[in-house]
Structure formats: C-alpha cells, structure tokens
Nanobody, 124 residues
Framework: QVHLVESGGGSVQTGDSLRLSCAAS????????VAWFRQAPGKTRDFVAV????????AYADSAKGRFTISRDNAKNTVYLQMNSLKPEDTAIYYC?????????????????WGQGTQVTVSS
C-alpha cells in the first residue's frame, strides 16, 4: 500500500512557475510508475504527465509539452512536476497517481493509488 501526498500548489500569475511534489510512503517507490492528472471545476480529470517505473521514459499531454517536466528522486520517494509558463487554463486540482510497475499509462482508471490533490490557480 502506497500513500501519496501532494504539495506545492498555490496562486500565481500568468507566466509564473510552480513545482509540485508527490511524496510517497509505504512501498518501494522505485517500483511504481507515477503520473500527474488535473481536474478543473466542472470538468473531467485529465492526464498531464507520466513517468515509467524504470528507465526514465516520460509522456505528456499536448497541453503540457514544452512547459511541464515530470521527474523523480527515488532516494526521497518523491516525484515532481515542474510547471513553467503557467496559463489560466492550467488552473485545476492536481493529483498524483501511482501504479506498481506502471508504464506510460495515461488513463486514470489504470492507477491504484492517489493523493488528495493540490490546488493550482493561475490568474491573468
């Protein structure tokens, strides 16, 4: 059983940057693929980025390509989402999710463990 806790959200201006963190406990974190999803008010939860459990392969939603970077520090049991050039349309609750031996999975139903979410608000 893996427990995930997100942090790093906040209220920023257009063009600013934020780094979200997803801290894990309760498992061998390096065995898990980890993804970030986001959900804006009244909308579905959408894929943002994913990092495979090994090898370092990543995938991004088109909206995130070139602006967001997902990375991990297994020694700290933490996955990060660096978000640059933020836009108002990035406003959402951001969730991290994990799946043991997970690949480049972009569907939220494939993930077994979820954090509680962290709010990101970008104003123009």
């Amino acid at each position: 059983q893996v427990h995930l806790v997100e942090s790093g959200g906040g209220s920023v201006q257009t063009g600013d940057s934020l780094r979200l963190s997803c801290a894990a406990s309760g498992g061998t974190f390096s065995d898990y693929g980890v993804a970030w999803f986001r959900q804006a008010p009244g909308k579905t939860r959408d894929f943002v980025a994913v990092l495979m459990w090994r090898g370092g392969s990543t995938a991004y939603a088109d909206s995130a390509k070139g602006r967001f970077t997902i990375s991990r520090d297994n020694a700290k049991n933490t996955v990060y989402l660096q978000m640059n050039s933020l836009k108002p349309e990035d406003t959402a609750i951001y969730y991290c999710a994990a799946k043991k031996w997970g690949g480049l999975l972009e569907v939220d139903a494939m993930y077994d463990y979820w954090g509680q979410g962290t709010q990101v608000t970008v104003s123009s």
